[in-house]
């Protein structure tokens, strides 16, 4: 497995940040640490429903499924009487009074690990073995249960992006041959709000190979590394690894190198598909 080298610290950090409700940070804030609180910030916004009904979605992106081990967002109204952050890892089973209960398609009932808890949202990870097929996750803050049926896939790939722009929330590192040393490679600067959040174009070079990794939900599932393919503009490359983040429960990395077949290319659209399933499109720039 390929590790960026750049700001893994400040990353988790950031997940744990954003998942509490934390869309914004200040710009004197590392640019990982910014760049993806506001990915994790910005998915949320697109999975906001109005009136009292409850959304349950992937937290990366609202449009993506759900799977085993996958972090998800309730949005709805009603969901807990104060706003609480779990503070330390496992996370917990219940916070601020709410606990989060999920009924797979086997009738197996497990409890969710809860991330943040407001009254508009819920931030948690799906138990670990949850079976695929038509589940209801059931809510409970003290009131009545909340029960809201969701289909769980065995895979539902899902990447952060930053804004509506799509750019993407990854890292690069860039080896120098034959020293092998690496350094890190911006793939993004944000200017305090996830709107101002723009693509640096990554340089490509004979003798400096750049890596990226990519950072999601929903992938760890996949049959096998073989059966993940990232498409950069018109090139379908192999990820290296494709997996567990392993510091933040939940999380996902696909590292994958980038061809010189690609220098030139500009902004590019960059897909993972898993095992025949593609995930939501975001963007890189290549100088």
């Given at each position: 497995?390929?590790?960026?080298?750049?700001?893994?610290?400040?990353?988790?950090?950031?997940?744990?940040?954003?998942?509490?409700?934390?869309?914004?940070?200040?710009v004197?804030?590392?640019v990982?640490?910014?760049?993806?609180?506001?990915a994790?910030?910005?998915?949320?916004?697109?999975?906001?429903?109005?009136?009292?009904?409850?959304?349950?979605?992937?937290?990366?992106?609202?449009?993506?499924?759900?799977?085993?081990?996958?972090?998800?967002t309730?949005?709805?109204?009603?969901?807990?009487s104060?706003?609480?952050?779990?503070?330390?890892?496992?996370?917990?089973?219940?916070?601020?009074?709410?606990?989060i209960?999920?009924?797979?398609?086997?009738?197996?009932?497990?409890?969710?690990?809860?991330?943040?808890?407001?009254?508009t949202?819920?931030?948690?990870?799906?138990?670990?073995?949850?079976?695929?097929?038509?589940?209801?996750?059931?809510?409970d803050?003290?009131?009545?249960?909340?029960?809201?049926?969701?289909?769980?896939?065995?895979?539902?790939?899902?990447?952060f992006?930053?804004?509506?722009?799509?750019?993407?929330?990854?890292?690069?590192?860039q080896?120098?041959?034959?020293?092998?040393?690496?350094?890190?490679?911006?793939?993004?600067?944000?200017?305090?709000?996830?709107?101002?959040?723009?693509?640096?174009?990554?340089?490509?070079?004979?003798?400096t190979?750049v890596?990226?990794?990519?950072?999601?939900?929903?992938?760890?599932?996949?049959?096998?590394?073989?059966?993940?393919r990232?498409?950069?503009?018109?090139?379908?490359?192999?990820?290296?690894?494709?997996?567990?983040?392993t510091?933040?429960?939940?999380?996902?990395?696909?590292?994958?190198?980038?061809?010189?077949?690609?220098?030139?290319?500009?902004?590019?659209?960059?897909?993972?598909?898993?095992?025949?399933?593609?995930?939501?499109?975001?963007?890189?720039?290549?100088?």
């Open positions: 497995m390929l590790h960026s080298g750049f700001g893994f610290a400040e990353l988790v950090a950031s997940l744990a940040e954003t998942l509490a409700g934390q869309a914004r940070l200040p004197d804030v590392a990982l640490r910014n760049g993806l609180a506001l994790l910030g910005f998915s949320s916004l697109l999975a906001a429903q109005s009136g009292n009904s409850v959304t349950i979605t992937s937290a990366a992106n609202a449009t993506a499924g759900l799977a085993a081990e996958s972090l998800a309730a949005r709805g109204t009603g969901l807990a104060q706003t609480a952050a779990a503070m330390s890892l496992p996370f917990p089973t219940s916070l601020a009074g709410v606990k209960q999920v009924v797979d398609s086997q009738f197996v009932s497990r409890d969710a690990g809860l991330i943040f808890v407001s009254p949202q819920i931030n948690f990870e799906i138990p670990a073995e949850t079976a695929a097929g038509p589940a209801t996750v059931r809510i803050n003290g009131g009545p249960p909340i029960p809201v049926p969701v289909q769980i896939q065995k895979i539902a790939p899902a990447l992006s930053l804004n509506d722009l799509g750019v993407a929330a990854a890292t690069a590192v080896v120098v041959i034959p020293t092998e040393i690496q350094s890190p490679v911006p793939v993004f600067q944000c200017f305090g709000t996830a709107a101002g959040c723009r693509l640096v174009p990554i340089a490509l070079g004979i003798d190979p890596y990226l990794s990519f950072y999601g939900t929903g992938i760890r599932g996949r049959a096998s590394v073989l059966t993940v990232v498409r950069i503009g018109n090139v379908d490359i192999m990820a290296m690894y494709a997996g567990p983040q510091q933040f429960p939940g999380l996902d990395q696909v590292n994958v190198p980038l061809p010189l077949a690609l220098r030139g290319a500009g902004d590019v659209n960059v897909t993972v598909t898993v095992d025949g399933v593609a995930s939501n499109v975001v963007k890189i720039n290549i100088l």
